[in-house]
């Protein structure tokens, strides 16, 4: 019974999936919610804890960070992403969602020391998990590396050591080969739906310019992902009217920051279904449309001036 003291609650080994579960109490009193009484909102009912980074303009603040008061973890925060409530990535600029993304960036670096990976993620709906609807984002340091990111690594080391090649590099020249599965791509960024998605419409973001760690990634790799994000998200909304998703970045964990063999993407997991009887007995997701369909549906959104 191996277990984990952590931040109020418990890390669980599993030893026979070899995976760890988070016991965290403290999540169940999270508030649900809107508007009113909204404590991200700048104003009067502004209600967070001191912040710990912030994007200004003048006196008032773009993007801000803050400790998270719900926290998986000691290294939790919370990225405000606008000071409008109402802001989203599709109705908002190129520009600001690339200030989110930065964000993103500076608060993985400050947090990443002292833990074995950071996970960046943004819920998008009630079925993804979000109680608060003031658009936001989270990063979060584990003392763990999680079961997934041990398996990327191990696949991504194997591959590099048989071909001199990044894994990533493979799959990005077999994608843009078939072109059958790209979504959207220019020439910093390839947006694609996955040949073994994991969800319906789930797209995967990979620079071309291959590289271990989102955290440090060029300002111009930044702005184009964005970009694509803007333009993916769009058609996304248009052709399934505004799904709940989760948005996660998959990126090296702390160590492999500069590991030859590794590749940080950005990965769009639309929350369509529910995970039912066949997932749970098996861990095996179930996909109702073909990744195929999925990305050809969302190309007739994808604006030909914006395509390459
Ligand atoms: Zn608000």
């Known amino acids: 019974m191996t277990t984990h003291t952590w931040h109020g609650g418990q890390l669980r080994w599993n030893s026979e999936a070899r995976a760890w579960s988070v016991l965290a109490p403290g999540r169940r009193d999270r508030p649900h919610v809107g508007r009113a009484g909204c404590p991200f909102c700048p104003g009067p009912g502004e209600d967070t804890p001191p912040e710990t980074w912030r994007l200004s303009e003048g006196a008032d603040w773009l993007v801000r960070a803050v400790p998270n008061r719900y926290a998986l973890s000691d290294h939790h925060e919370i990225v405000i992403e606008s000071p409008r409530h109402d802001w989203d990535i599709p109705t908002g600029t190129v520009a600001e969602t690339a200030a989110v993304l930065s964000a993103w960036q500076v608060r993985h670096r400050a947090l990443r020391a002292g833990a074995a990976q950071v996970a960046v993620f943004r819920n998008h709906g009630a079925a993804a998990g979000v109680s608060l609807t003031h658009p936001h984002s989270q990063v979060t340091g584990l003392p763990v590396l ?28 077999a994608e843009l080969s078939a072109g059958r599965r790209i979504v959207f791509t220019d020439e910093q960024i390839v ?19 291959l590289d271990a760690d989102f955290a440090t990634a060029p300002r111009e790799t930044i702005d184009a992902l964005a970009h694509s994000l803007r333009v993916v998200l769009s058609a996304l909304r248009a052709e399934l009217g505004d799904p709940a998703y989760n948005l996660v970045v998959r990126t090296a964990p702390t160590g492999y920051e500069d590991a030859p063999f590794a590749a940080w993407s950005l990965r769009l997991l639309p ?4 995970a039912a009887g066949l997932e749970l007995a098996t861990g095996i997701p179930v996909i109702t449309v073909p990744p195929e369909t999925a990305a050809a549906r969302l190309r007739t959104h994808v604006s030909p001036t914006v395509a390459s």
Do not use: C, K, N
């Open 191 to 209: 947006a694609f739906s996955p040949f073994a998605s994991t969800a319906d419409y789930e797209v995967a973001f990979l620079p071309r310019a």
């Open 271 to 274: 929350r369509l279904t529910i």
């Open 146 to 173: 999680a079961d997934s990111a041990r398996r990327d690594l191990e696949t991504a080391r194997e591959h590099h050591a048989a071909t001199g090649r990044r894994f990533a590099e493979d799959v990005l020249t």
